[in-house]
């Protein structure tokens, strides 16, 4: 019973993100408290201190360090869908100099979290104050939460370090960031 809802489960993730599931029907296979226990860091975000959207923020600055692939473009998703603008997730990859300090400031967090850039003073110094520390922590552990996902596939053989990414939402914002 239990596998039939994890399986259902996995179904839904792959009608959702348009990305192939198997590495999880992977570890479901090797155990079924491994597979529940993994499923626990997509459940980690628990905003109360930040809202959503820099939750995903956050997440999407540390997947960028850790994945260029689908990981990347499943994480784009998910930022849009809970409200962050096209916009907003272009100029985050591309220029996030030109996003506004909040929402940079998280994003940056992220990047920092996966280990690829050093979190400016600056930064932390204004997430504390618009947040507060428990906001801080929130932030951090949701982007540490899902670097999980594309180190696992990249361990069990489904993704390389890298794939190219389907940039079709980030494809003219050099010319309006240089306009």
Known sequence: MITWLF???INQTERDTAYSGDYLRDVLA???MGFFKLTLAFLVPHPKHASKQLHQVAQLGAIQQESCGPCLEISKSFAIATGVSKTTVQRLL???ETVEPLTRAAFLLGR???GGEPLLEASKTLLEKELGKHG?????VSAAAVRIYPALKRGMGYADMCAIPDLKIVEDIGERHTA
Not at 136 to 140: K, S, Y
């Open 30 to 32: 090797t155990s079924k």
């Open 7 to 9: 399986n259902k489960a």
């Open 112 to 114: 920092h979290v996966a």
């Open 94 to 96: 591309l220029a996030p």
């Open 136 to 140: 801080l922590v929130e932030l951090t």
